[in-house]
């Protein structure tokens, strides 16, 4: 057979870039569309606005505690009453900003923006399918998630203000509305928004579960998936598995909230005057909360890590090291984050046995994370690095989940964590390992797929200054906190002028917030590059990074359908890079092995003699079964 130059594949499709498979009009196709990839943009441009705003909550609260005597008089055309007469921050209002600040980074971005925009993105190009299961259910997907979105959004600008009661929003103070007015309505339409996301999260999981089983092009067999679409499939797994946990925590919470229950309280005291409510436990409503509040943590990191796995992989000229340990560890983590939840809840007076079980799992959940760390810099190591945004953006997410996991070895250990609990320490831990992490790589997987996505490149300057920036500003944000957490200084505190022994962290607490302010305002940087790209950047090659998966086969701008002809088959794993012999440092996934005699191992010679030609030059394969 002849050999066929691997570049001809996409460039035979070159000329179909405005290809349809149907036409419509402006609202069926980009405001109500069905195309996974129309949506994957909605989710991305909904949490980058998500994003922004909840940096900007977190800057105000900085202003507090950087800057204790500074008047922010000037907040008050914003704020309104909010700023105290004396130009502080309300107190309630504080609360309010680190309760919102915290469930928009979590749910918002981390887990909508980043998981909704590139499972929905990436699932059906890089399996070889032409759209998801379900079009109307993804649509539906991303819709229930904007109606949350402006439920919670709306939630801002009630005159008793949002909820309040802290992300986790622990009762009593989330269930008694007149405990405090971030209890009132702001709290109602907290929890309404959230029921509507975990329908969102729901629908969307369901349709990534079902298309990477079902749909996948001839010869993607699940030891041929790229670790992408292994992270997004064990992500949806156990979002299926622990949101609805947490619905049925926010429906008993409701229910004590306005129908007089007692799921949660007892023994409540307001004013002096008794509550009618007996028997509950807000004990029980932690543990609903952590079942699923832990698995979340991974719900927005297996994404992440498996976008870098890809990254690092194309960027080192390398295969990726020890791709089936890879897999394993990203299931034994998948398993583990659900009997790890009461590290949570060490301070709540649990009997020690039970603790040291939780403590126990929590530290064996450090092996597989270790895997990844190990594996990562092993791809990196001698490799023939291109450092692209992208590829940056993926060795600062190892940095920070390397940093921020050895931290939580600490936290892991009941004896300590009793001691740091609610401290700094643990917000610098979870910042760096969970929210810093993922969200460099959404960063990483927005400068690498950005081509594919609006056929166009990113400036690679802004995009350098953009990381530099962030990473520096990350690390001088958090890393101090670690210090001044070991100290004792408390959490979720409004001021702290008033303690004597907190009186020498003055200089660290300006250094975080002026760090905090940086990091925030690099990310305008990458905005404009983003928007300014999307319309005016250089035009982008069809496979800018030379990378082997499906995606890069499709028109530089796919169709509804995504290839114009027949879908490709898959004859090799996505990882041929810089093989001994290869005539390019990259073999795509539909290259035959018959087109690469010079490359092949003893066993790959083998595998020709499943290819068959069907008379007309195409390729396929004989008795390959998803």
């Known amino acids: ?25 402006f609202w069926t196709n980009y405001i109500f569309s069905e195309d ?43 704020l309104g009453g909010w700023i105290t007469p004396q130009g502080k921050l309300n107190p309630e209002f504080y609360l309010a900003l680190v309760t919102m600040h915290g469930t928009i980074m979590v749910f918002f971005v981390l887990t909508a923006g980043l998981s909704g925009t590139f499972s929905n993105f990436l699932i059906p190009l890089q399996i070889g399918a032409r759209d998801m299961a379900s079009g109307f259910m993804n649509m539906l997907s991303y819709w229930f998630f904007f109606v949350s979105s402006v439920l919670m959004f709306t939630s801002l600008f009630l005159s008793t203000g949002p909820a309040a009661g802290g992300w986790t929003i622990y009762p009593p103070l989330s269930a008694l509305p007149q405990a405090i007015s971030g209890s009132g309505t702001g709290m109602t339409l907290w929890l309404v928004s959230m029921a509507i996301f975990i329908a969102s999260s729901l629908l969307g999981s369901i349709n990534y579960i079902t298309t990477v089983i079902n749909l996948r092009t001839r010869g993607m067999s699940f030891t041929r998936l790229p670790l992408t679409i292994w992270a997004f499939f064990f992500t949806a797994i156990i979002g299926i598995l622990s949101f609805p946990v947490l619905f049925a925590a926010a429906l008993l919470l409701i229910f004590d909230r306005s129908f007089g229950t007692s799921f949660y309280l007892s023994d409540i005291y307001i004013a002096g005057e008794a509550l009618a409510h007996d028997g509950g436990s807000p004990v029980l409503f932690q543990h609903l909360f952590w079942f699923l509040g832990h698995p ?29 340990a890879m897999i394993g560890s990203m299931l034994f983590i998948a ?17 020690p046995f039970l603790g040291s079980i939780f403590m126990l799992l929590t530290l064996i959940i450090a092996v597989p994370s270790a895997v990844k760390i190990f594996n990562y810099v092993t791809t990196l190591w001698k490799g023939n690095l291109r450092f692209t945004p992208g590829m940056l953006f993926s060795i600062g997410l190892v940095s920070f989940f390397l940093t921020g996991g050895i931290t939580g070895i600490f936290l892991g250990n009941s004896a300590v964590d009793i001691q740091l609990h609610d401290t700094y320490f643990v917000v610098a831990h979870f910042h760096l390992v969970m929210g810093s992490a993922s969200f460099f790589g959404m960063m990483a997987g927005v400068y690498h797929w950005f081509p594919k996505m609006f056929g166009r490149m990113q400036n690679a300057t802004l995009g350098y200054i953009h990381f530099w920036l962030t990473f520096i500003g990350v690390y001088l944000v958090f890393f101090p906190m670690h210090y001044i957490g070991i100290k004792g200084f408390p959490r979720r505190y409004y001021t702290w002028t008033n303690f004597d022994f907190a009186q020498g962290f003055t200089d660290l607490n300006m250094l975080v917030s002026v760090a905090a302010i940086v990091t925030l305002s690099a990310q305008f940087i990458f905005l404009f590059n983003f928007f300014y790209s999307m319309f005016r950047g250089k035009k982008a090659p069809a496979n800018p990074w030379e990378s082997t998966t499906l995606e890069w086969t499709t028109p530089r701008v796919p169709g509804h359908g995504n290839w114009a002809g027949e879908i490709p088959s898959v004859y090799r794993w996505p990882y041929d890079y810089s093989k001994p012999g290869a005539k390019e440092d990259y073999i795509p996934q539909h290259i035959p092995y018959s087109e690469t005699p010079e490359s092949n191992l003893p066993h790959e010679n083998d595998l020709i003699k499943l290819e068959t030609s069907n008379g007309d030059g195409a390729i396929v394969i004989e008795g390959s079964k998803h």
């Open 296 to 324: 979340e943590v991974y719900i927005v990191l297996l994404p992440a890590l498996g976008l870098s796995s890809e990254i690092i992989a194309t960027n080192s000229r390398k295969p990726i090291f020890g791709y089936k």
């Open 1 to 25: 057979m002849a050999t066929t130059n691997i570049h001809t594949h996409q460039e035979v499709h070159d000329h179909h870039e405005e290809h349809e498979h149907h036409h419509g009009n």
């Open 335 to 351: 398993i583990l984050s659900f009997i790890v939840w009461a590290h949570h809840m060490f301070v709540t007076g649990m009997n």
């Open 36 to 78: 996974h990839k129309v949506i994957a943009k909605q989710f991305l441009i909904t949490g980058i606005f998500w994003a922004l705003l909840g940096g900007t909550l977190s800057v105000i609260f900085r202003l507090q505690l950087g800057f204790p005597d500074m008047s922010l008089e000037w907040l008050r055309p914003v």
